[in-house]
């Protein structure tokens, strides 16, 4: 998958996570996204031969990245996680915080994307986390959250480490 089809794919999927939250948000979700990702959330024991992992991802998360720093981090040498799930999981007086949880198998073939037969590749769009008691209907208050630090232009996130074909158990 080149960069421009995941940032095509992932613009999508925030569009359609942010639309489906605000059908349940007593909120006004602000147009700015920001984006707190988890890498690794899957067990990747049964990995493919043609499929990567990162074990040194396991327990990464980067809480406050702009769109192209999310995608930047969740696509390597054409390869992306096989599904990303993806909410809304609160907001701040400045931009909305999309949750990026992702596989720890990475491919680069669209039919082990998990949703690719939707149209959105690896994303997957879920509901904002549902309140005690939510009874189908019924709006609710998305959580607020502090605002991201502010960075200055053209700041990354920390790279990833230097990987060679022994790390990855190609």
């Known amino acids: 998958m080149t960069q421009h089809e995941f940032n095509h794919l992932l613009e999508k999927a925030v569009a359609a996570s942010v639309a489906f939250a605000r059908s349940y948000s007593v909120n006004d979700l602000p147009e700015t996204a920001r984006f707190h990702v988890f890498l690794n959330q899957s067990h990747y024991g049964h990995a493919a031969a043609e499929e990567r992992v990162y074990p040194e991802d396991n327990g990464r998360e980067y809480p406050c990245l ?65 309140p005690v008691g939510f009874k189908r209907g019924d709006r609710f208050s998305i959580p607020t959250l502090q605002p991201c630090p502010s960075q200055a232009a053209g700041s990354t996130p920390p790279p990833h480490p230097a990987r060679t074909d022994s790390d990855t158990g190609s």
Not at 68 to 79: I, M, N, S, T
Not at 100 to 113: N, S, V, Y
């Open 66 to 130: 702009t769109l192209e720093q999310a995608a930047g981090v969740l696509v390597r040498d054409g390869r992306c996680p096989e599904w990303i799930d993806v909410w809304v999981e609160g907001h701040s007086a400045s931009d909305t915080r999309i949750c990026l949880l992702c596989c720890g198998r990475w491919t680069d073939d669209p039919g082990r994307m998990y949703y690719t037969s939707r149209g959105m590749g690896p994303f997957g769009i879920k509901s904002p986390a549902l």
